[in-house]
């Protein structure tokens, strides 16, 4: 004779998760089963070219006016006034009736593609016919919080997921023993929100990015300390994970203890796997200048890049490098001066990575992205510098299935606005998850009874860029 035995709730939280065959079991069991199931990876919703993304984030905002879109007529009326036909424009600093401020550059047509790129990115250059240029971005972002959180997450406001987070959501981890998702800043400098930049909003903690340190050890206590012993490490987090659970048993919608347990458990698959991942020293001289570590100037972001492909040969899903970090990219006076300084630095590491991918057969199944959280004005800021401009700019994508060797939409003839093509950072996110094989549509999580969605219903993807077997 068998015995059952009913406990009674003991809050109502217990209730709800109790009573009726448990109506906030239900909802816990689908979040945490498309959890478990994100994990160890989903299928895509379509075939998919892009298994993976390095997303080469320049943070700050970089002209576009200097660097991939090529103005002639800005030279032209360089000293004047911005035409009426124009209209005023809301900037960040006010300078919408300042002088037009030429370009200094010296632009080159390259490639079969004949692609406008300026001397800053010289190397880029050479790589023109793998690049998807899109020169009729537009942001909601106007300052830089707004802009750098808008670009990553979606939104001008903090608290949703990152698109790495999305992204890792959707599509789960190839390796169980690394991060799905990757974030390496070139100093120890704090980007703009910091971390919410790569957080993962009202989704378990389990998804927000891993951030890797640019000096040193890219991995903090990857190693044992000394006398202890794998064995002896597995018992401690073997002893400690049934703490935790046993705590958390009463409280299952405790995403962040859930996430934290897992966490650990990374940790420590990581010591036997990610210390081979971002080992350097496995790499060739001839690599290593590929990548401008032979440089001083390029030498930090060469060892970004070459970390970000070993990252996704191993499995990484997302990787996201960030330059300037702490908005150096911003040039409100001396554009020319910043401006150069970090374009040398980032030039050669980016074309090597992309030279790097190609030889290796891996550029194809990796979607490199380019590009900033706004682009700068036409009009000048205190003379030599150019202000914030959300409302047209550009960024490039390669491999991962882009039609490359093209340009794609436009800004007006002074770069103001885009006007032809205008794709919203909520399209450029639907394109993104698009060519990683996701419908972002059908890419859906449920919070507050909201099924919220990374665009907030208001992205299409822009399947033009697209090669024709994945459009």
């Not at 794609?408 to 996110?429: F, M």
Request: net charge neutral; hydrophobic share 35%; charged share 20%.
């Amino acid at each position: 004779m068998s015995c059952h035995r009913y406990d009674l709730p003991t809050s109502r939280r217990d209730f709800l998760q109790t009573a009726g065959g448990g109506f906030g079991a239900v909802a816990l069991a689908a979040l945490m089963g498309g959890q478990a199931q994100a994990s160890s990876g989903r299928l895509p919703h379509r075939a998919a070219k892009a298994k993976s993304v390095i997303f080469l984030f320049m943070e700050g905002g970089p002209s576009h006016l200097d660097t991939f879109d090529y103005k002639p007529l800005l030279n032209q009326l360089a000293g004047q006034t911005l035409p009426p036909s124009f209209g005023t424009p809301l900037t960040a600093a006010g300078e919408g009736k300042s002088p037009l401020l030429e370009s200094k550059r010296a632009w080159k047509q390259h490639g079969q593609s004949g692609l406008w790129v300026s001397d800053w990115f010289s190397h880029v250059g050479k790589h023109a016919d793998d690049l998807a240029v899109i020169h009729s971005c537009a942001s909601s972002g106007i300052n830089h919080a707004g802009g750098v959180c808008s670009m990553n997450t979606g939104s001008i406001f903090g608290g949703r997921p990152s698109l790495g987070a999305w992204a890792s959501y959707g599509l789960g981890t190839e390796n169980q023993n690394l991060p799905s998702f990757v974030v390496i800043k070139d100093s120890e400098a704090t980007v703009v929100n910091g971390v919410r930049n790569w957080g993962s909003g009202f989704m378990p903690a389990v998804y927000q990015g891993v951030e890797l340190s640019s000096d040193g050890s890219p991995i903090r206590y990857l190693e044992n300390p000394k006398g202890v012993d794998r064995q002896r490490q597995r018992d401690r987090l073997d002893f400690l994970g049934g703490l935790n659970r046993d705590f958390n048993a009463s409280r299952a919608s405790n995403t962040e203890l859930d996430a934290r347990i897992k966490s650990f458990e990374l940790a420590y698959q990581m010591q036997a796997e990610a210390p081979d991942a971002v080992d350097l020293s496995k790499e060739t001289a001839a690599t290593k200048k590929l990548y401008g570590m032979d440089n001083k100037t390029t030498a930090t972001f060469g060892r970004n890049c070459l970390l970000a492909r070993r990252l996704v040969e191993n499995g990484v899903r997302f990787v996201q490098l960030y330059s300037g970090a702490g908005s150096k990219w911003d040039s409100h006076k001396e554009i020319e001066k910043n401006h150069a300084q970090l374009s040398h630095s980032v030039d050669q590491p980016i074309a090597g990575l992309l030279a790097d991918l190609k030889s290796r057969g891996m550029l194809e199944e990796t979607l490199v992205i380019w590009g900033g959280e706004f682009g700068r004005t036409p009009m000048s800021e205190q003379g030599d510098g150019r202000d914030h401009n959300p409302t047209g700019f550009t960024m490039w994508m390669a491999g991962g299935g882009v039609k490359a060797g093209q340009t794609y939409g436009a800004t007006d003839d002074l770069g103001l606005h885009a006007v032809k093509d205008r794709l919203h950072v909520h399209d450029i996110h639907a394109t993104i998850l698009h060519l990683m094989g996701i419908d972002h549509t059908q890419l859906i999580y449920h919070h507050k009874g909201r099924p919220e969605r990374i665009d907030q219903n208001e992205g299409h993807p822009f399947t033009r860029l697209l090669g024709s077997e994945l459009a």
